[in-house]
């Protein structure tokens, strides 16, 4: 199958900070990527939906102005949680298709933690 | 709204045993159902796709059944070894278009040696 590679694994930043996760397409063309959140307990949840090149498609309630997605190239979208919060520490995971794929393929994750 | 439901949540095993994990969904629209495996802090690794026309799929000792009208999925895991134990993730597309996969809980599986 095709490699998704998600960066860094896992983060650790003060409140108030801003912290990049990157998520890359190895072996592909990502035509559209997607960020998804899963906190303790619970389902993982879509958070936005990104083709390259054009804006990112944010799920309702969630933040487009906290959550910064660029998917500036068919290898690479990035995820900029800006003014972290405790209550942003969550496993964030992202996946990438081409468009004539039925399949997204998942990256490794990201577990960040906001002290 | 879409909304997954998986049962049980965890699940413990004696190897060699089979098991059955269940999913529903609400909404019957789906486009397809995919099985996911998650490991500790890992990605998830997709198993087994059906699409909303199919009734099953196969992958060595994985079988997932679709029961679109009853909003119904199981996947059925033969000769369970210590190596299968990780979270079991059903997620559904939902039709109209939209790619959003819609996931459930898990289910926990441990398989004990």
């Known amino acids: 199958g095709a490699v998704v590679s998600q960066h860094p694994s896992r983060v650790i930043c003060k409140s108030g900070t801003s912290v990049k996760i990157e998520c890359r397409s190895l072996?592909?063309?990502?035509?559209?990527m997607f960020w998804y959140r899963q906190f303790p307990k619970k389902s993982l949840m879509l958070m936005a939906t990104?083709?390259?090149?054009?804006?990112?498609?944010?799920e309702q309630g969630v933040e487009k102005d906290k959550f910064l997605i660029n998917h500036a190239s068919l290898t690479l979208s990035t995820l900029t949680v800006t003014s972290a919060h405790p209550e942003d520490s969550s496993f964030y995971i992202c996946?990438?298709?081409?468009?004539?794929?039925?399949?997204?393929?998942f990256g490794q994750g990201t577990r960040l933690t906001v002290v | 709204k879409q909304e997954v439901t998986q049962i049980p949540a965890a699940l413990s095993v004696p190897e060699g045993e089979n098991l059955v994990l269940n999913c529903s969904f609400t909404?019957?629209?789906?486009?397809?159902l995919q099985w996911f495996r998650q490991d500790p802090g890992k990605g998830l690794t997709s198993l087994l796709l059906?699409?909303?026309?199919?009734r099953e799929q196969t992958s060595g000792r994985l079988n997932a059944s679709l029961d679109k009208s009853s909003g119904r999925s199981t996947l059925y895991i033969a000769a369970s070894q210590p190596g299968d134990s990780a979270t079991y993730l059903c997620?559904?597309?939902?039709?109209?278009?939209?790619?959003?996969?819609?996931f459930g809980k898990g289910t926990k599986l441990t398989v004990n040696p």
């Open positions: 996946s990438a298709r081409w468009d004539r794929w039925v399949l997204a393929f």
């Open positions: 072996d592909f063309q990502a035509t559209t």
């Open positions: 990104s083709n390259e090149g054009s804006k990112a498609t944010y």
């Open positions: 909404d019957s629209a789906i486009y397809n």
């Open positions: 059906i699409q909303s026309s199919q």
């Open positions: 997620a559904v597309t939902t039709q109209g278009g939209s790619e959003k996969l819609v």
